[in-house]
């Protein structure tokens, strides 16, 4: 029997579902990937509040501190003087019950692929940014969105505000000036795989992140992945399963292995 062929929203054939439509290889991303703007749009807005995949987390009010100087570095302002304060408010998101950051298990690790970034701000609406939390801090943000859901800025600027620029009623305008460098791209475009850099694979961050937790960590990461692992029903999904922790780690992969196969038995 062949294979059900995976399609978009209007049936169109996918031809590849792991790489998004690129102005060449690692250049910026198209706007004409229809496929990407789909499930983009699936994503952030198919299950409110939460999607399926990110169904706990946790935040905390906080400032983020340069300690040394790392001027040599970066130009960013907030990283320009040691002592200096910023405010912060990180979210600590899981996607699996372990403990010990199992969820980081079979992660690939690259800090410059945005399309691992997904922004949640569906679950409150289109006035996310209003939020005092989601506010831009260094600047008031200007624009001419008014309604919505929770358009609480709609005490200043009411439903009587003008919704497009220019206009002669004062309105917040353009400033002609590129906000950033231009980017030279070369190449085709397309979906192109990613170039695979130092120690930019599948498995091994994650096998890092193991070789660095204590035996009591090691121990609960093992048990509560086994755990969740030994009541699939099928045995080639576990295999498949144990192969990512075997390529992370080879004791991490036996240890993982030998507690489903136990729990399996009894």
């Known amino acids: 029997m062949s294979k059900r062929v995976l399609t978009t929203e209007s049936g169109a054939p996918v031809a590849d579902n792991q790489n998004s439509a690129s102005a060449g290889i690692g250049g910026p991303l198209l706007l004409q990937d229809q496929h990407l703007l789909e499930k983009l749009a699936r994503f952030n807005r198919e299950r409110i509040p939460e999607r399926v995949v990110h169904a706990r987390g946790s935040g905390a009010y906080g400032y983020f501190e340069v300690t040394d100087d790392v001027t040599g570095f970066t130009h960013a302002d907030f990283l320009n003087t040691v002592g200096k304060r910023t405010e912060v408010f990180p979210r600590f998101s899981t996607v699996a019950d372990s403990l010990g950051g199992a969820d980081a298990a079979g992660y690939r690790f690259n800090p410059f692929d945005v399309t691992k970034v997904w922004p949640h701000r569906y679950r409150l609406g289109v006035n996310h940014t209003l939020l005092a939390v989601n506010a831009p801090k260094a600047t008031t943000a200007r624009n001419y969105g008014r309604d919505g859901f929770m358009a609480s800025n709609s005490t200043t600027q009411g439903r009587a505000a003008k919704n497009y620029e220019p206009n002669s009623y004062d309105g917040p305008a353009e400033t002609g000036r590129a906000l950033s460098a231009p980017l030279p791209v070369t190449g085709c475009t397309g979906t192109h795989e990613a170039p695979q850099h130092t120690k930019d694979d599948?498995?091994?961050?994650?096998?890092?992140?193991?070789?660095?937790?204590?035996?009591?960590?090691?121990s609960r990461l093992v048990a509560n992945i086994a755990g969740g692992l030994a009541q699939v029903s099928r045995d080639d999904v576990i295999e498949k399963n144990l192969?990512?922790?075997?390529?992370a780690d080879p004791e991490y992969g036996r240890r993982v292995e030998e507690a489903v196969h136990a729990l399996c038995e009894d």
């Open 202 to 218: 599948d498995f091994y961050q994650a096998g890092e992140l193991y070789r660095l937790m204590s035996p009591e960590e090691r």
């Open 243 to 247: 192969a990512h922790f075997h390529a």
